[in-house]
């Protein structure tokens, strides 16, 4: 599977210690790339081109909160952005909602704990049933 990954200014260190645990060879950097301030928008744009594009398989963003950027990303069309707290969130965004972009605050959550998070959605698997007809009716919305 291929893992991008962006941060804008607020999540850089979490990325940067994120790519320090998995490896460069395992998540490829979309940015930002220093602390310099940048805007959450266009680093989920950045992203949202990266899936579509086929580049990557899953997106990990992140931004202080996690909010803003998981707003931003789940503006576009087919992507399912979760922002993720727990282990159990972390796993039923896969099971439940299928998420192609897992979402951090880099203010608000310790590595360590982002770490368990991250490996819990790796070791899920998507339900599928009455879970599609939910993602389907998502694509309809205006
Ligand atoms: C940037 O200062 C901050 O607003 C951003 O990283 C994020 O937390 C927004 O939701």
Do not use: W
């Not at 979490?14 to 266009?42: C, I, M, Q, W």
């Amino acid at each position: 599977m291929k893992i991008a990954i962006a941060a804008d200014h607020g999540g850089f260190e979490l990325k940067e210690a994120l790519k320090k645990h998995y490896g460069d060879a395992k998540l490829t950097d979309l940015g930002t790339f220093n602390r310099e301030s940048v805007d959450y928008p266009d680093i989920a744009q950045i992203m949202v081109q990266t899936l579509r594009r086929h580049e990557a398989d899953l997106g990990i963003l992140i931004c202080g909160t996690g909010i803003g950027i998981s707003i931003a990303a789940n503006r576009c069309k087919g992507i399912r952005a979760a922002l993720i707290y727990s282990e159990e969130t972390a796993r039923l965004a896969k099971e439940h909602n299928n998420a192609n972009i897992i979402v951090f605050g880099g203010r608000t959550m310790k590595p360590e704990d982002v770490i368990q998070y991250i490996d819990a959605f790796l070791a899920a698997s998507y339900e599928g049933g009455r879970h599609q007809k939910r993602l389907d009716k998502l694509e309809l919305m205006e």
